[in-house]
Every structure is written in C-alpha cells, then in structure tokens.
C-alpha cells in the first residue's frame, strides 16, 4: 500500500479505469485535482462552458462506445453541466461526470459556490453520491464506472468536497487501494442487470414471429448501446422481417439493405410509420415507445401484437403492454431468439427451408414497396439563384463524405433532415440528442466523437439557433486541434417553431425570427479560429463542402443561406395518430 491523497488517487482512479480524455473546467473547489492531472497522462481538453463539457462527453461516448468522461467545480460548474447529464440520461448515455464541491465542514452553509449538486442532479442521473472520505474515491469511481456502462447505460456523478483532495489537509490523506471485482461486487449488492432473456419467453417470441403476416422489427437505440447491430441484421435476414430504425437507432440497420424502412415517428418516412401502423407484431429492441414515434397513443400500431426486449425492465409495459416482455441485453437475446427460431423450425434447415415455414408474406412485401413508391421523400430541387433548400444541402453534404463520416446534429428542422436525407450505412455514425432534444448539442457533441475518433470525419449540422447556443466550443477545437467540420442551415428562424406556428397558429409568427446575418457567421468562425465559408447559391455548394472536406488541421464553418420556407414533412401532427400522417404536398393529388 501506498499513502496518497485524495486528488492523486482520483487521478489514478480514472487513470485505472483507462480514461484517455476528460472534458472539463477548473475552479476554485476541483482545484486540488487539477494538479494531478498535469502529470497524468490523461489528456484534458478545456472547454469554454461546461455544458460544453458534458456534450463533449457523450458525443465521445456516442462514437466509441466508451464512456465519456466530464470534470467541473461546484456550484455554477455543476449546475451549467445539468443539461448534459439530463440528455445522457434520456439517451442512455454512459459518462461519468466529476464534480468539485465545497470543504466537508462548510456543506449544508452556503458557502461560496456551494449547490446541492446530488439534489439537483438526482433526477437526471443514473446514480449519483457525494463522497465524503478520501479513502472511499476508488471504489466510488470503480462504481461510477461500472454503473455507467452496465446495464442500461447513463450519467454518473461523483460529487467531490475540496477538503478531501486537497493534499494540505490532513482529510486527504489515504492509503492507495483499487478495489477488487470482489469488493466492486459486494459494494453493490442490489445492482445485477439482467442480461441473459428468460428462455420461456425466447421461445413465446420465435413463436410469434414464426406465425406473422405484417411483422416489422422496431430498432431502437438500445441496438447500438448493445453493440446488437450484426445479431440484428442476422435475425432480420434469417426472417426477411424488415426493420425500421428510430431517430437513436440510425446506423444500426443499414438504409441501403433491402429491409430497411428508415426511420419512422413524427417526421418518419410514410412506410415506416405505417409499417408500424398496420402490422400484426411488432418486435421491439431497445426501443421505448417514445411519444414522438406512437403518436397518440391509444391509435398506435391497433392490430400489432408486442415483443418487447429491453435491459431495463422498467421500459416493459410502460407505454404500451406487451405480449412477451423479455428483459435483457439486445445482444444476447436476439443471439438466443435466432437459435430459438432455428430450432424450431428445424435446426438442420438452411435459410431458404427457414423462410417456407413463414405464412406468405409476399403480400406485405408488397404493400410496403408500393407506400416506398407512391411516398418517397420529396422536395423541390434548388435551381441556380434560387434560395437554397437544406434537403439539397445535405444531399450534397451526404454524397461528398466518406461513407463512415460521423454526423451530428442540433435539434430542430436541420435535425429531421439530417436524420431523412443521411445514409446511415455504419452503426455510430450518428450523434443526436434524440429523448431531450437539446439545442445547442451538435457543436460540442461533434468535438467529442471527432476526439474520440480521430480517424473519422466528423460533420457538425447545425441551425442557426442551435449555433448561438453553444458556438463557443469551437474556441476549444480551434486551440485543441480538433479539426471538425460545421455547417451551419441558416433559415434566420428558430425553424422547428416556426413550423409549428406556421401550421398550427394560422401563421401566427411569434419570437422565432433571427434574422440572416446577425451575427455574421462567418466573421465569428473566423474569430475563434475556423475556416469559414458563406454559401448562398446552389452551385456553390459542392465546391464549398470540397473545400472543407480538404481541410484537416482546424474546424471548418460553412454557412449555408436556406429557405425559410422549408417545412419538415412527412408530419404526424401532435396529438393524432400516425394514420394522420401527412406527406409533402409537393406529391400532388392523390397523395395523403
Ligand atoms: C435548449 C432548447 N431550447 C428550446 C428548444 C425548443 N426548440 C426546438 S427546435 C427549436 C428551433 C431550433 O432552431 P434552429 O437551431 O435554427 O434549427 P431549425 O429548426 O431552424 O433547423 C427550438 C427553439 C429546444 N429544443 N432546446
Ligand atoms: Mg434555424
């Protein structure tokens, strides 16, 4: 055993936990552990606000898979990091965030930069704890840790007083120890996910996909905190069942596979919402029936019997029941529901003697490629010296990346289309914040995954509100050197809203102007040390977006100048059901 100090020890700790990078911002009560990390080799990127920070953290954690790794001061650090960790949460977004607190004695004061930190943050974590003695910071990290990526992923915080790794004060010193898988276990005893799907019901689900007509596969996010994509593609091809992927769950099925339907909900493609719509069994993976994919609730999916499979059995039953609840990791259970199927069927059958003991289903398949016909997705092409339209910005965006580009986006307008008119062919290629909808996530969120895959390239897109929000944060790419790319659709409106009034308050503008060029986008990139380009006609556009991809050594800015005009569609609007959906009215008559 070695003597130590508290801030040292959290430094090893996270050091013992294979952290690479932490985001964070010093201050005056993390100061003692901001030491330490001048001789680790941890790299610690500084950001400009810590919401900044905890974007950074799950973008990384996005990208890689890895949890991403945040550290702020108290008080108005910790409260400015809140927003992230409610995004992680609604995502399941494994990151461990580390917060300074005040000296021991003076807690429960209010002290100088003192906040309730475990109080406020209670409802947005997965678990969180103020430690109060040097000596327990190990294992507190170790659980951090292991609660953070087990399970269902999400945030951690690890409130941290001042007196405790301050090495001047006698309460920091400690004697080295990194708790064993033993201790780790035995420290939490009531916290053992359930991984492993209940054989019974393995076997009541191949039942019933054995026996549908209109089956269709949910793909939620849980896929790829699953690493379920390849387990998926294989019971999906097994049983020519074809899959729709939520906003989380982009990636995770490719869009270029003959079953893919893309992606369904509120700005859902038409065939993937009404696959859902009319089928007779949905088999849902690591998705949540959020309330932007059901619509109202009580007309969603009628006739659709349910299996449901999740890692966090609170998710079974809680918008919609299901008829075989199976709580475990995706992976595994799909693993298992391919051999179940198989087995059924005859284990000794080849893939084609697999797909005749189906009822026929040809005639679903072809309902579903006939909607894919009659309602593509559609917009009216920018022509030169028109105003430009953001479907065609990312058309050319899309067409001009590697196919493993990474992509994040704001929340609004730029976020659907992002979502519609991307190519998602690779699992974590795409970095959104889907359950909070952040604004203001996309810039920071692009650092992270660029950091954490350096190999990559990464895209930012972005509205023109969203960009005000968190902007800064390529003051820190730019002296990091993280070369991430932004474009920027400038529509001059908080759009999303501006839909919303257009359609539902009788045009009705209200707040959500912001004017073309104020601020001067690209005065301001170029300010915090990007490249930056304004790109207002069509055929600007492919030149611009080379230029940028070229660009490897700093964060490139494109502004683009779109049509305000553009509205998202298809669009279930709030409070109807998916049958309500409506289509561009560019798809002429006849069209819904
Ligand atoms: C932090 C935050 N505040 C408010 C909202 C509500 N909201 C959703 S989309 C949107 C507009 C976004 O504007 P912009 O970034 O320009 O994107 P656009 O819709 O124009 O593409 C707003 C205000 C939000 N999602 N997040
Ligand atoms: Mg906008």
Redesign the pocket.
Known sequence: MTTTNGGEALIRSLEMEGVEVIFGLPGGAILPVYDPIIDSPIRHILVRHEQGAGHMAEGYAHATGRPGVAMVTSGPGATNIVTPLADAYMDSIPMVCITGQVATPAIGTDAFQECDTVGITRGVTKHNELVTRAEDIPLAIRQAFHIATTGRPGPVLVDIPKDIVDPTNPRSAMDWHWPTDGDLASSLPGYKPTTKGHPRKIKDAAQLILTARRPVIYAGGGILKARAAEALRELAELCDIPVVTTLMARGAFPDDHPLCLGMPGMHGNYTAVTSMQQSDLLIALGSRFDDRVTGKLDGFAPDAKIIHVDVDPAELGKVRRPDVPIVGDCRLVIEELIIAIRSLVGSDKSRDEVLDAFPDRSAWRATLSGWQELYPLVYEQSEAGDLLKPQYVLEELRDRAPEDCIVAS?????QMWTSQYWKFNHPYTWVNSGGL????FSVPAAIGAKVGRPDRMVWAVD????FQ?TAQELVTAATERIPVKVAI?N?A?????RQWQEMFYDERYSEVYLSPDLPDYVKWAEAMGCISMRVESPEEVGPAIDKANEIDDRPVVLEFRTDAAEKVYPMVPSGRTNDDIVVDPGLGEGSR
């Not at 409106?493 to 809203?497: A, F």
């Open positions: 704001g929340v609004g307008q730029h909808g952040t604004m203001g509205g023109d509100g969203c929000m659709l529509n409106y908080l759009g999303m809203v």
